[in-house]
């Protein structure tokens, strides 16, 4: 359905919530079915299902950035915690802190990046709308 105004598509075609809730699962935001990775960060060309193409995505660092704010905080926050109520050593936090700051480093980069690649197609970002990406804003230079 396009909109009368601006003549384009209407935002209700490709629901937001439901593309990153797809792309975090690992899923194809466009049918929720075929795989949206190849390899463990490696997105797939397109999906085995429908065929939608996924080769022009940038997720780029977004979601390395977004793991380490979320992973920042929860470690941060429940090192202090734990440093308020028991006394350890430097040696027990780091056999505490380092291992959960990796599981859960490792947990959270695919489905980010799952969910990053569903918002860019929900707003047709980045070759998702089926038009070329302007590439320089000023050529000129």
């Known amino acids: 359905m396009q909109d009368q105004v ?9 629901p937001l919530a439901q593309a990153m809730s797809r792309g975090f699962r690992g899923r194809c ?8 990775f190849g390899k463990f960060l490696k997105v797939a060309d397109s999906c085995d299902v429908c065929g939608e193409e996924y080769h022009h995505h940038r997720a780029d660092d977004l979601p390395a950035y977004l793991v380490i704010f979320i992973v920042g905080h929860v470690v941060v926050g429940a090192f202090m915690g734990m440093e308020t109520a028991f006394q ?3 040696w027990q936090h780091l056999a505490i802190w ?14 980010t990046k799952g969910a990053v690649v569903g918002l860019q197609w929900a707003l047709r970002m980045h070759g998702f709308s089926g038009k070329p990406d302007a590439l320089e804003t000023h050529p000129e230079l």
């Open 6 to 14: 601006y003549g384009q598509p209407a935002p209700h075609d490709r």
């Open 29 to 36: 935001p466009h049918c929720g079915e075929g795989r949206l």
């Open 88 to 90: 350890l050593t430097t």
């Open 98 to 111: 380092v291992p959960v700051t990796l599981v859960m480093t490792i947990a959270l980069l695919q489905p």
